[in-house]
């Protein structure tokens, strides 16, 4: 489940600005053997922009033909989308890919999850966005999903799938929002969402900050294992969280 959000809409909010900065002070830690050095370790990737234009967000209310609320919002979210999309592309691995030439908002009379995105279509609750009218964030990850497009493989966990979406929503486009804390006795990263977001997000600041692109290169090619996580930090997985809950 997602929850309700504030965010601005229509204009780049500052704090994604802010993101793509290195970090100031403070020391970057040891790197590990065979690792980069520690300044390349501490810098801020971005792809390229992505070639030619962003895919056209077109919008579907044909299940909710007579609500001016949903028509308001579904205008909101288009613009918010082509705003975001060539964002979300510079902040993973997506150098070389061939973009969608268009992306469907449908908006759903009836549907359990907030927001639910196969392929290039991502269907939006009404009844949820009515209750939730600032939950833009939402959208925001359900496009991750559609940048991801990942291939459905053994080695594409959806935990670390959902992180990722999680962390663009959370720590690129509204890091200033309230964030639920982590249960440290029953939380794993293995959880998905925030709490793997939170995780990535931890372990791209600690110990390697082009760590969400390597991961997410990773899942792209079908190449992915626990085992990236090691080579970009010297620890496992299991250390690694085991060090984020006692911090």
């Known amino acids: 489940m997602r929850h309700a959000t504030r965010s601005a809409v229509g204009i780049l909010p500052f704090a994604c600005v802010l993101c793509a900065l290195p970090a100031i ?5 040891p790197a590990a053997d065979g690792a980069a050095p520690a300044l390349a370790r501490m810098a801020v990737p971005l792809s390229p922009a992505i070639a ?3 895919p056209a967000f077109v919008v579907d209310l044909h ?3 007579d609500s001016p609320a949903a028509a308001a919002w579904a205008a909101q ?9 060539p964002l979300v592309c510079r902040f993973l691995a997506t150098e070389g890919v061939a973009q969608p030439k268009q992306v469907t908002l449908a908006f759903a009379a009836e549907q359990a999850a907030p927001g639910a995105t196969a392929g290039t279509t991502i269907r939006i609750s009404v009844p949820w966005i009515l209750a939730h ?4 964030g939402m959208v925001i990850h359900e496009l991750a999903h559609v940048v991801q497009a990942y291939p459905q493989s053994a080695n594409t966990p959806g935990w670390l799938v959902e992180g990722i979406a999680d962390w663009v929503r959370w720590w690129k486009y509204e890091p200033e929002s309230p964030r639920t804390p982590i249960d440290r006795a029953h939380a794993s990263y293995r959880d998905g969402y925030r709490t793997s977001a939170a995780f990535l997000a931890w372990a791209s600041a600690r110990y390697d900050r082009r760590l969400p692109q390597m991961l997410d290169r990773a899942l792209r090619t079908g190449t992915y294992s626990d085992a990236l996580w090691e080579q970009a930090t010297g620890k496992g ?6 060090e984020f809950v006692a911090q």
């Open 25 to 29: 002070g403070g020391s970057a830690p």
């Open 52 to 54: 030619g234009d962003a």
């Open 63 to 65: 299940e909710v033909p």
């Open 77 to 85: 979210a288009q613009a918010l989308c082509t705003q975001w999309y």
């Open 133 to 136: 009218p600032d939950d833009f």
């Open 237 to 242: 997985l299991d250390a690694l969280w085991a």
